[in-house]
């Protein structure tokens, strides 16, 4: 198993559009999480997923977010009608005995 | 809320230098304590975890500890190497499960 995957690496999309991305976590992994990052701060929790049950939404996770986790493998997370506010890394993370791991990210540019 | 202060925001040392991170929390009542590195436009890498039971981990050159009582830890790397330079982020949890707070890091550059 070579980690967490996310999937793309790096969106840029319009204004108002709709984007999606996907996390793999690593597998027996059953939690796994959303964070955001934005430029010069440190990830901020967005969700968190116990198998596919969605067991909390942060406050930052607007009506415009939303993400779920068919069959308890791997998960997405939708933003609708997207703002140059959102633009930001969004990692995902699941953990193991404790110990949190990430994937590498989706770089997110809201244009 | 809980806040995480991550001292000095930035660092430049020459190599070979040992240096120490600095990670407070204004809640004290820390469950687990981990340490991690991030590279440019990159994920976290996991360094070093405290968990509950545990005041301390050591991993090679890197060594970090918690003191619950104050709710501060630190990150200990000895003879820093170039490879060392990165953002270095302490995160913790208040509970059994893993949503992290975390600090704005400490942009580390080791000077050949």
């Known amino acids: 198993d070579t980690g967490v995957s996310q999937n793309p690496r790096h969106k840029i999309t319009k204004r108002g559009q709709n984007v999606t991305f996907r996390c793999d976590p690593i597998s027996e992994h059953n939690r796994l999480y959303w964070y955001r990052q934005t430029l010069g701060q440190g990830p901020e929790f967005l969700t968190y997923?116990?198998?596919?049950?969605?067991?909390?939404k942060s406050r930052l996770l607007s009506d415009r977010f939303s993400a779920e986790r068919p069959k308890g493998s791997f998960s997405t997370l939708e933003i609708q009608r997207t703002e140059q506010g959102d633009s930001a890394m969004y990692l995902c993370?699941?953990?193991?005995?404790?110990?949190?791991?990430f994937g590498q990210g989706t770089r997110l540019t809201v244009v | 809320k809980q806040e995480v202060t991550q001292i000095p925001a930035a660092l430049s040392v020459p190599e070979g230098e040992n240096l120490v991170l600095n990670c407070s929390f204004t809640?004290?009542?820390?469950?687990?304590l981990q340490w991690f590195r991030q590279d440019p436009g990159k994920g976290l890498t996991s360094l070093l975890l405290?968990?509950?039971?545990?005041r301390e981990q050591t991993s090679g050159r890197l060594n970090a500890s918690l003191d619950k009582s104050s709710g501060r830890s630190t990150l200990y790397i000895a003879a820093s190497q170039p490879g060392d330079s990165a953002t270095y982020l302490c995160a913790g949890n208040l509970n059994w499960a893993n949503n992290l707070f975390f600090g704005t890091g400490t942009r580390l550059t080791v000077i050949p």
């Open positions: 405290i968990q509950s039971s545990q």
């Open positions: 809640d004290s009542a820390i469950y687990n």
């Open positions: 997923f116990q198998n596919e049950a969605q067991l909390e």
């Open positions: 993370a699941t953990d193991w005995r404790a110990e949190a791991f």
